[in-house]
């Protein structure tokens, strides 16, 4: 299952970004879709994430201001970002604990490329 995300840029204090990551590959369900975020000389953090239930959890430096979506026919994650501020700089990655059926049964997690966000204050 590889993904690929996209959306990042740079924004000013208080803007929005949406966030997206396509899944793609073959005879695998996702389960959870979940996005993370590594800040310069941080560690990487779990930001927001997902159930194919429409269970969602958020960090609490971004609750109010993050929501996750998903389309779960399209196997896509989303990450709506608004009133952004300097300290949610980061790249964000998007990843997906998926299950592959066929003559065994694999499960897995994949990640994807990570993309920039910036917000200028």
């Known amino acids: 299952v590889q993904l690929q995300a996209s959306g990042g840029g740079l924004v000013h204090s208080g803007g929005s970004l949406e966030l997206s990551c396509a899944a793609s590959?073959?005879?695998?369900?996702?389960?959870?879709m979940n996005w993370h975020r590594q800040a310069p000389g941080k560690q990487r953090e779990l930001v927001a994430s997902s159930t194919s239930g429409g269970i969602t959890n958020y960090a609490d430096s971004v609750k109010g201001r993050f929501t996750i979506s998903r389309d779960n026919a399209k196997n896509q994650v989303y990450l709506q970002m608004n009133r952004l501020k300097p300290e949610d700089t980061a790249v964000y990655f998007c990843?997906?604990?998926?299950?592959?059926?066929?003559?065994?049964?694999?499960?897995?997690?994949?990640w994807g490329q990570g993309t920039q966000v910036t917000v200028s204050s």
């Open positions: 990843e997906a604990d998926y299950v592959v059926y066929g003559d065994t049964t694999v499960v897995g997690r994949s």
């Open positions: 590959g073959s005879g695998f369900r996702i389960n959870g």
